[in-house]
């Protein structure tokens, strides 16, 4: 397992090699001592699978305010995704980028995604599984976001998206929120 700083402070790539033979294969997608190892978060409360039918589809940008603030650990199980991450913390450097990973199920990637930082991602093929794990439980108050499409954001998606939720078109705009 090879743990990776992205660009946004707190933000990792995590690469997990796949072991196989004729019978299959094994990739370990998670490792209390590897993640302790690299002052990452190793207590998760919750899991979570989402399913996203459509190529074209957006999902984002989430997160959760305050007590309810989350560190997500996502992997996409089946398809593709360009998953996009946004600084949304007023103290840190890198206040108002954004970074963008594909992950896949063939290239086995995971995204660790800190507290303060929304989350969203563009599916690139049909039949898309997402799995995340969460440090704090969802907590509908405290679910919040910002827009996709902001102009001062602007988040150069790989394409214009076919479907975006009617939640989500409702986010509030970067500054607003």
Same mark, same amino acid.
């Given at each position: ?28 997608? &998670? ?31 989430? =997160?959760?305010?305050?007590? =309810? ?25 890198? =206040? ?41 439980? &969802? ?39």
């Amino acid at each position: 397992m090879e743990i990776v700083a992205g660009k946004l402070p707190g933000v990792h790539v995590i690469d997990a090699p796949k072991r196989g033979d004729e019978r299959g294969y094994l990739v370990r997608t &998670y490792c209390e001592d590897h993640f302790r190892n690299a002052g990452l978060n190793t207590h998760w409360v919750q899991c979570s699978l989402t399913h996203t039918a459509r190529e074209g589809t957006l999902r984002g940008m989430h =997160f959760q305010t305050s007590p =309810f603030g989350e560190i997500k650990l996502i992997r996409c199980v089946s398809g593709s995704v360009w998953d996009c991450v946004v600084d949304l913390r007023p103290t840190s450097p890198c =206040f108002g980028q954004w970074e963008a990973y594909e992950l896949s199920e063939a290239n086995e990637r995971s995204l660790y995604v800190p507290e303060g930082v929304a989350h969203g991602f563009y599916s690139l093929t049909d039949d898309v599984r997402m799995l995340y794990q969460m440090s704090a439980p &969802y907590s509908p108050e405290h679910a919040s976001g910002v827009r996709w499409d902001d102009a001062e954001l602007s988040i150069d998606w790989p394409r214009p998206p076919r479907l975006v939720s009617e939640k989500d078109l409702a986010l509030p705009w970067f500054q607003k929120r």
